[in-house]
């Protein structure tokens, strides 16, 4: 009996703790838009790793590098309500997720004579730590070969 009731004491305190755990952990942000606090200029490090495909070549060719103290600076995208223009580059415009305000995401599709390929981009703002994250990815076939782009960037604020 005393088991019983041990256990049943023990079962309790145990859904009361995980449920207020919920509670804490429910992300509340992400419903709020912080646009206008990401709006700046961030530094940081990129990293960047390209693999180069060529038609003639067996072994594709890799190049990595971390770079310190990059800068990258976001913008309001003009004529768009909810997007971000990444350096300054109109065709850079990243749009703001629907189920995250502190995320932007797009996706690019392309097809040529000689080219196709998608470039994707994820921007993630952490408003309480005024940190910036940018993952970018471009994969490219051509006739002559291939190019495979990982971009990542985390940087902070500068403060003006």
Known sequence: ??????????????????CQKEELL???LSNVDY???LIGTYEGTLSYKDVVQVEDSPTPKTEAEVLEAQTIKIEKAPNTSNGLIVDGNPLNIVPQSAD???KYEDVLLYAGKDCSGHENYT????????RLVLKYKHQRTCTVGSLDRHNFFEGKMKTP
Do not use: G, H, V
């Open 1 to 18: 009996m005393k088991s019983l009731l041990f256990a049943s004491i023990a079962l309790l305190l145990f859904l009361t703790t995980s």
């Open 26 to 28: 429910d992300p509340t």
């Open 35 to 37: 646009r206008d606090q």
């Open 100 to 102: 995250d305000k502190n």
């Open 123 to 130: 921007l993630l703002f952490f408003p309480q730590e005024k």
